[in-house]
T-cell receptor, first 114, second 114 residues
Framework: KQEVTQIPAALSVPEGENLVLNCSFTDSAIYNLQWFRQDPGKGLTSLLLIQSSQREQTSGRLNASLDKSSGRSTLYIAASQPGDSATYLCACPRSGGGADGLTFGKGTHLIIQP | GAGVSQSPRYKVAKRGQDVALRCDPISGHVSLFWYQQALGQGPEFLTYFQNEAQLDKSGLPSDRFFAERPEGSVSTLKIQRTQQEDSAVYLC????????????FGPGTRLLVL
């Protein structure tokens, strides 16, 4: 059974800092890994999806890396802004396959101080 | 284009009442997922449909939970004889259905059972 852990659970940093969010998973036989953002009272917004054949994906100030062998992924946020404040969730397919439900971590609650 | 929509957005039920939650996926999306998110936790998988077929219902917490997608588009999650522990946000997601596809989430239905 896939288990996903995210560290830290919460993080508060001043605006402008670069930061790294960590995600680890127990079953390395995954097809992909996805990072989401969740704002209070809202649904999830997909940020990045990394295929198992890729090592990283970039979108604007966000960069996600994937190391299947060690069961780890990181989300790097450059030049953080107050608008980046949200909960960030990491998720993997439950059974390794693509068209299946996801197993989520508990998330990292991020606060960017103006 | 239109995203995933869910209704109602908020539902208050008395313990023992039946509730029905609706999900309208993105048009053309074959796969549909239901998740339950408790306060401060990541979403937990409930069930998965491919078109009208329910391929996995292993995450449904009890036989009081029932989901259907009779025509392969709109889905309904029904909870019978609601209990206080059913209070959570219920999220619906859809994807094109091919392997390694991004899941797109709706805003969720926040259920409070008194």
């Amino acid at each position: 059974k896939q288990e996903v852990t995210q560290i830290p659970a919460a993080l508060s940093v001043p605006e402008g800092e670069n930061l790294v969010l960590n995600c680890s998973f127990t079953d390395s036989a995954i097809y992909n890994l996805q990072w989401f953002r969740q704002d209070p009272g809202k649904g999830l917004t997909s940020l990045l999806l990394i295929q198992s054949s890729q090592r990283e994906q970039t979108s604007g100030r966000l960069n996600a890396s994937l190391d299947k062998s060690s069961g780890r992924s990181t989300l790097y946020i450059a030049a953080s802004q107050p608008g980046d404040s949200a909960t960030y969730l990491c998720a993997c397919p439950r059974s390794g396959g693509g068209a299946d439900g996801l197993t989520f971590g508990k998330g990292t609650h991020l606060i960017i101080q103006p | 284009g239109a995203g995933v929509s869910q209704s109602p957005r908020y539902k208050v039920a008395k313990r023992g009442q039946d509730v029905a939650l609706r999900c309208d996926p993105i048009s053309g999306h074959v796969s549909l997922f239901w998740y339950q998110q408790a306060l401060g936790q990541g979403p937990e998988f409930l069930t998965y449909f491919q078109n009208e077929a329910q391929l996995d219902k292993s995450g449904l917490p009890s036989d009081r939970f029932f989901a259907e997608r009779p025509e392969g588009s709109v889905s309904t999650l029904k909870i019978q004889r609601t209990q206080q522990e059913d209070s959570a946000v219920y999220l619906c997601a859809s994807s094109l259905g091919r392997l390694q596809e991004t899941q797109y989430f709706g805003p969720g239905t926040r259920l409070l059972v008194l």
